[in-house]
């Protein structure tokens, strides 16, 4: 029988570095809406859900959600790790795919791309990038993450450190040694035991950065949409073609540093 695939889109509106981003206009349509839409193209889900969650500053996304008709569940604010488990376990997820809503140029090739894999391959977990130490090859902005629901039950009753709870997978791929099995594959078994693959583009883009989480991200992307008429129907390949043929584009963020997993939001640890 064929797994059921859901992406679940995580999101807040009390970011940290930008609140409200995930609301903010792009173009006539918030950026939760263009992630929500770009992502649900993927051929390979069955289902797409908004997992945000139950603190008051996140009413006006679970009231947009309804209103919009996009499917919605509210969780933990800060344990990330327990509003995936639980959303997916509500909706009887096989497979589960991580999509962040700070990236409205997500692209759904991609998302099939990293499904297929771990699909066809039998991994435990699968993705387009991992964070350093490890290197990665496309835009911060496309990331795409994938793992089986019985893996994840797995971190969700055993992962302990603060990491692992508000960043969802690490418990995952921490430490993993990779192979290259292609130019655009490599592989390798965690310290844990979870077989890993990482998808690689063959050409290096792994600096560009499409991503929303300063007011220059969103800048960037309010600029990108517009040379696209509004449109979300443009693959990442066009804005590829786009901030190299307009150079100025991405001079818009070039400042911004980029958060890591040592990036831990110090409100959690307050509670």
């Given at each position: 029988?064929k797994?059921?695939?859901?992406?679940?889109?995580?999101?807040?509106?009390?970011?940290?570095r930008?609140?409200?981003k995930?609301?903010?206009?792009?173009?006539?349509?918030?950026?939760?809406?263009?992630?929500?839409?770009?992502?649900?193209?993927?051929?390979?889900?069955d289902?797409?859900?908004f997992?945000?969650?139950?603190?008051?500053?996140?009413?006006?996304?679970a009231?947009?959600?309804?209103?919009?008709g996009i499917?919605?569940?509210?969780?933990?604010?800060?344990?990330v790790?327990?509003?995936?488990?639980?959303?997916?376990?509500?909706?009887?997820?096989?497979?589960?795919v991580?999509?962040t809503?700070?990236?409205?140029?997500?692209?759904?090739?991609?998302?099939?791309?990293?499904?297929?894999?771990?699909?066809?391959?039998?991994?435990?977990?699968?993705?387009?990038?991992?964070?350093p130490?490890?290197?990665?090859?496309?835009?911060?902005?496309?990331?795409?993450?994938?793992?089986?629901?019985?893996?994840l039950?797995?971190?969700?009753?055993?992962?302990?450190?603060?990491?692992?709870?508000?960043?969802?997978?690490?418990?995952f791929?921490?430490?993993v040694?990779l192979?290259?099995?292609?130019?655009?594959?490599?592989?390798?078994?965690?310290p844990?035991?979870?077989k890993?693959?990482?998808?690689?583009?063959?050409?290096?883009?792994g600096?560009?950065?499409?991503?929303?989480?300063?007011?220059?991200?969103?800048?960037?992307?309010?600029?990108?949409?517009?040379?696209?008429d509004?449109?979300d129907?443009?693959?990442?390949k066009?804005?590829l073609?786009?901030?190299?043929?307009?150079?100025?584009?991405?001079?818009?963020?070039?400042?911004?540093?980029?958060?890591t997993l040592k990036?831990?939001?110090?409100r959690?640890?307050?509670?």
């Amino acid at each position: 029988m064929k797994p059921k695939v859901v992406a679940i889109i995580q999101g807040r509106m009390s970011s940290s570095r930008l609140p409200g981003k995930i609301l903010a206009d792009i173009a006539g349509q918030p950026m939760l809406t263009r992630v929500y839409t770009r992502t649900s193209r993927a051929k390979t889900l069955d289902e797409v859900i908004f997992a945000t969650t139950t603190d008051a500053s996140d009413d006006p996304v679970a009231e947009y959600c309804d209103f919009s008709g996009i499917p919605f569940t509210r969780g933990s604010l800060f344990d990330v790790l327990d509003r995936y488990y639980q959303t997916a376990s509500h909706a009887k997820a096989d497979v589960v795919v991580r999509i962040t809503a700070d990236c409205p140029v997500i692209d759904p090739e991609l998302i099939d791309n990293v499904v297929a894999t771990l699909l066809e391959d039998e991994y435990d977990f699968a993705c387009n990038r991992l964070p350093p130490p490890w290197s990665r090859t496309y835009p911060i902005g496309l990331d795409v993450e994938a793992c089986t629901f019985k893996i994840l039950k797995k971190a969700w009753k055993d992962a302990k450190e603060p990491q692992h709870r508000e960043h969802a997978m690490p418990y995952f791929y921490e430490e993993v040694k990779l192979s290259a099995v292609s130019r655009q594959l490599s592989e390798g078994t965690s310290p844990r035991g979870f077989k890993v693959a990482l998808l690689n583009h063959t050409i290096d883009f792994g600096d560009y950065r499409w991503t929303v989480d300063t007011p220059e991200d969103l800048e960037f992307m309010r600029q990108v949409y517009n040379r696209f008429d509004g449109r979300d129907d443009f693959t990442w390949k066009e804005v590829l073609d786009l901030v190299h043929d307009e150079p100025e584009l991405a001079k818009i963020n070039a400042g911004v540093e980029h958060k890591t997993l040592k990036d831990i939001d110090k409100r959690a640890l307050k509670r």
